[in-house]
């Protein structure tokens, strides 16, 4: 059973630019949530999607938008980028019932 | 703001000794608290969690105390060896619905043969 997995593994952009990371699920999870984590921080609450919809949302410019599709999988789209967005992206999984949130491994972001 | 205070954000240890992560909380509605290990290059991993009518709960070596009163809790992590090495987060959220986990700023744990 695959667990979350994420892509790209790393990616190098410039400032202004626009960048797409994808994730997909743990299979049978419905939930997906995104995170930043910035380096020596603990990960930090984007948004999460249910049924295609965003559900909850952090405090994030709307720079930050994402999409969830029929199968689950999620994407999170940065426009404008920033060099303070560089950082690892988390995608995370779960059921909306409740239950153990599965991380990825993450996307690499750097800026600059 | 930051609902979720963790200290040290360091730690060294020798093998065998019981390093202590600590953790305190602002927001009462909180009422589940999962500790995460993330390996270099790896997300987090779910080690052990606990609920607020719990005052102490035991997985193997890892030992998480819950002291609902002060909105403190604490992770023990018992016979520590040098693979026990990572960074551990202490986080938050409340259960079930649209599930926001809070992270504190986390612990670099190092175990020294």
């Known amino acids: 059973d695959a667990g979350v997995t994420q892509s790209p593994t790393h990616l190098i952009k410039t400032r202004g630019q626009q960048v797409t990371l994808r994730c997909s699920p743990k299979s049978g999870h419905d939930t997906v949530s995104w995170y930043q984590q910035a380096l020596g921080q603990g990960p930090q609450f984007i948004f999460q999607y249910y049924e295609e919809e965003e559900r909850q949302r952090g405090n994030f410019p709307d720079r930050f938008s994402g999409h969830q599709f029929p199968n689950y999988s999620s994407e999170l789209n940065v426009n404008a980028l920033l060099l303070g967005d560089s950082a690892l992206y988390l995608c995370?999984?779960?059921?909306?019932?409740?239950?153990?949130?599965?991380f990825g491994p993450g996307t690499r972001l750097t800026v600059t | 703001q930051q609902q979720v205070k963790q200290s040290p954000q360091s730690l060294i240890v020798q093998k065998g000794g019981i390093p202590i992560i600590n953790c305190a909380y602002e927001?009462?509605?909180?009422?589940?608290f999962p500790w995460y290990q993330q390996f270099p290059g790896k997300g987090p991993a779910l080690l052990i969690a606990i609920r607020p009518d719990v005052s102490e709960k035991k997985e193997g070596r890892f030992t998480i105390s819950f002291n609902k009163s002060a909105k403190q809790f604490s992770l023990h992590i018992m016979d520590s060896q040098p693979g026990d090495s990572a960074t551990y987060f202490c986080?938050?959220?409340?259960?079930?619905?649209?599930?926001?986990?809070?992270f504190g700023i986390g612990t670099k744990l190092q175990v020294i043969p």
């Open positions: 995370a999984s779960s059921f909306v019932t409740g239950g153990e949130q599965y």
């Open positions: 927001n009462t509605a909180f009422d589940y």
């Open positions: 986080a938050a959220s409340k259960v079930g619905g649209y599930q926001k986990v809070t």
